[in-house]
């Protein structure tokens, strides 16, 4: 139990462009959802907290208007980057927590995007 | 600053030895207790999860706490190659919307 998909895997894009990310709890349902962002040999920091059916919770110094979090229903998050920089190339790994389940955290599989 | 503090490592233990890996945490009101380990290029993957003072055992891992010294601590029995891997402390501070605040992480190699 208790997994979470995330697609695609892997993304190459264009500077400029925009790109989608899908986080998905596939066997539970997820009030909230949680978008991270791992730099090479760096831990993991959290850019927003996702809750189903309310604007997302952004962290500080995390540019609400690049990064565009759709949390519509239980067991579906959307990160979107807009016009994505070289600088925003990174691997964004979601997690989500089961709405009536404790703190812990499942983390997806995480998605490496790759900026031109 | 709610702070989790992580001896980076490496730490290298030889196989079938006992892996200690310590976590210290800055906030009194911390909940919850969670150790991830994450393989290169991987996401993190849940390992255990502690909420009172005390032992928590599950298989070859035995987690720690101590709420009173700010300590969280994970042991690895029997330690295997596979287990190799960089080991995550993060903790659930009260009153934050249960975010989880990571540490940096602790690299542990076991040598065969």
């Known amino acids: 139990g208790a997994v979470v998909s995330q697609h695609p895997s892997w993304v190459i894009c264009k500077s400029g462009t925009s790109v989608k990310i899908e986080c998905r709890s596939l066997?539970?349902?997820?009030?909230?959802m949680f978008w991270y962002r791992q730099f090479p040999k760096q831990s993991l920091m959290l850019m927003a907290t996702s809750n189903e059916g309310s604007k997302a919770t952004y962290e500080q110094g995390v540019e609400k208007d690049k990064f565009l979090i759709n949390h519509a229903s239980l067991t579906l998050s959307t990160l979107t980057v807009t016009s994505a920089h070289p600088e925003d190339s990174s691997f964004y790994i979601c997690?989500?927590?089961?709405?009536?389940?404790?703190?812990?955290?499942?983390f997806g599989p995480g998605t490496r995007l790759t900026v031109l | 600053q709610k702070e989790v503090e992580q001896n980076s490592g490496p730490l290298s233990v030889p196989e079938g030895a006992i892996a200690s890996l310590n976590c210290t945490y800055s906030?009194?009101?911390?909940?919850?207790f969670f150790w991830y380990r994450q393989y290169s290029g991987k996401s993190p993957e849940l390992i255990m999860s502690i909420y009172s003072n005390g032992d928590k055992e599950d298989g070859r891992f035995t987690a720690q706490l101590n709420k009173a010294s700010q300590y969280v601590s994970l042991l690895i029995r029997d330690s295997q190659p596979s287990d190799s891997a960089t080991y995550l402390c993060?903790?659930?501070?009260?009153?934050?919307?249960?975010?989880?605040?990571f540490g940096a992480g602790t690299i542990l190699r076991v040598k065969s």
């Open positions: 066997d539970f349902q997820a009030t909230t």
């Open positions: 993060a903790v659930s501070f009260a009153g934050d919307g249960n975010k989880l605040v």
């Open positions: 906030d009194r009101g911390s909940q919850s």
């Open positions: 997690s989500a927590r089961e709405a009536s389940g404790g703190d812990e955290q499942f």
